[in-house]
């Protein structure tokens, strides 16, 4: 039987109309969904079999039907088959629902009295799918200025404040399992040996030049005292890597070229060196100031939190 589309064509079309809804609705990520679940993917090759196997079915059934036909039958088939399309009595039916267009025979009934030049004016009615498309928007209209205007429902601002809140919650709790994102607010003091190593590896390769091996400051500062130009203590050194120092004279920020959670070693190396004492260290900045983490001392024989900078008071009268 003569079919619009060929088989060819219609199975590949149906399985990618399948396959596309699938990825759109099903949230798996940034993953495809048939590979991060195993069960899309099951589902898609039993579809594809089927589809197969009912072209199969349908074309040896219309092959068994075309056999049972007469001669004539036969004969009537193959000519109904070689109308175009748009020669069918279907498309025609169809134009002339959606147009309600006159046939030229008949442009005598719709012909109007005006003439301009010889040019007459036929009165044709307006077609039906313009007229309920305009309807539609009629409709449509009304509708959204009795929602939005009216009773004041939802609307594009709330829209772009909920989906706002919504993605902030959504980073947060990113954040909250996300292995290398860290921030001033999230970080905290490492004191274990590994995380020491680390940090003392990045720091030997990276910011010897400036404040050298023993941190005692050429360039920059001195990193072993406890007096800091933008605040001591794990979360303004982290905030100082991430985004760099003074203007026109500090550190860069290095968060483009090292990791997160490689800054926060880092800086937990840096502060394990409070107090070290080098050798000729660099003569404090006129701008630093001393730091003292705050509750440090208020209670005698409390201990200092873990990102403490606090140094010996020896230490620091002797500077």
Known sequence: MKKLIPSYVRVPLIFASVFGAMEYFIDSGDQPAFIKYPMVLLFLGVFLFLLVAIEIVVNAVDNVTYHLLTDEQKKQLEEAQSIPFTESKFYQGLLKKLTR?????????????HNYDGIRELDNVLPPWWVYLFYGTIIFAGIYLFRFQVIGEYDQKKEFETEMTEASIAIEEYKKTAPDVMDKEKVTLLTDAASIAQGKTIFTTNCVACHRADAGGQIGPNLTDAMWING?????????????????????????????SDLQKVASYVLSLQGSNPKEPKPTEPEAKLWVEEGASKTKGTTAPADTTKVDAKVVAAK
């Open 232 to 260: 001591g203590g794990i979360k303004n050194v982290f905030n100082v890597l991430m985004e760099g120092g003074r203007d026109g004279k500090g550190m860069i920020s290095w968060k483009a070229t090292i990791k997160p």
């Open 101 to 113: 267009s006159k046939e030229i025979e008949q442009e005598a009934d719709v012909m109007l009295d």
